[in-house]
T-cell receptor
Framework: DAEITQSPRHKITETGRQVTLACHQT?????MFWYRQDLGHGLRLIHY???????NKGEVSDGYSVSRSNTEDLPLTLESAASSQTSVYFC?????????????FGPGTRLTVL | DAKTTQPTSMDCAEGRAANLPCNHS???????VYWYRQIHSQGPQYIIH???NNETNEMASLIITEDRKSSTLILPHATLRDTAVYYC???????????FGKGTRLSVIA
């Protein structure tokens, strides 16, 4: 069955290190999104992509970058991890051809920056 | 910022209907109302969406007022597994990113 996966599921890192979170989907969806969720809050959009070589900044993009070299993957990189980036990160994808906005979410990555 | 207002929390007895309200007074003519839910620590899950008419699927019903300024998500027979945070989101169809508010935490009680 088609799915969306994230790895690692849990990550502990130190301040200043570069960290990359992986997101892989097998639906062949053009649209992919990264959100972060902090305790007691809803999801906030970090970056998104509508296709290969396309990337766009979201509400909270500072300190994060993405690249889209193929349809299946949208890795999220924290250039220099900060304690404020401790959060749960969710990746999502949706079908460009769909007439409505159903996004499929991955299981999340819990990142702790010490 | 989210364009919707929802109660912070609600309780519902198991087996009864759960009615979750949402206000979206600034919704534009081409924007849809989407509902997602997030069960503890999991990724959000799509439930239902609508534009003007009431909608029903195997999970829930969506009632949208005639002026489109508010809506209600109805879970007809709530179970313990429906305990989750429910997000009401206003967005255009297709590819636009979703803006999540804080949602309503629904607790289904046995």
């Amino acid at each position: 069955d088609a799915e969306i996966t994230q790895s690692p599921r849990h990550k502990i890192t130190e301040t200043g290190r570069q960290v990359t979170l992986a997101c892989h989907q097998t639906w062949n969806h053009n649209n992919m999104f990264w959100y972060r969720q902090d305790l007691g809050h809803g999801l906030r959009l970090i970056h998104y992509s509508y296709g290969v070589q396309d990337t766009n900044k979201g509400e909270v993009s500072d300190g994060y970058s993405v690249s889209r070299s193929n349809t299946e993957d949208l890795p999220l990189t924290l250039e220099s991890a900060a304690s404020s980036q401790t959060s749960v990160y969710f990746c999502a994808s949706s079908d460009k051809k769909s007439s409505y906005n159903e996004q499929f979410f991955g299981p999340g990555t819990r990142l702790t920056v010490l | 910022d989210a364009k919707t207002t929802q109660p912070t929390s609600m309780d519902c007895a198991e087996g009864r209907a759960a009615n979750l309200p949402c206000n979206h007074s600034t919704i534009s003519g081409n924007e849809y109302v989407y509902w997602y839910r997030q069960i503890h620590s999991q990724g959000p899950q799509y439930i239902i969406h609508g534009l003007k008419n009431n909608e029903t699927n195997e999970m829930a019903s969506l009632i949208i007022t005639e002026d489109r300024k508010s809506s209600t998500l109805i879970l007809p027979h709530a179970t313990l597994r429906d305990t989750a945070v429910y997000y009401c989101i206003v967005a255009y169809s297709g590819n636009t990113p979703l803006v999540f508010g804080k949602g309503t935490r629904l607790s289904v009680i046995a």
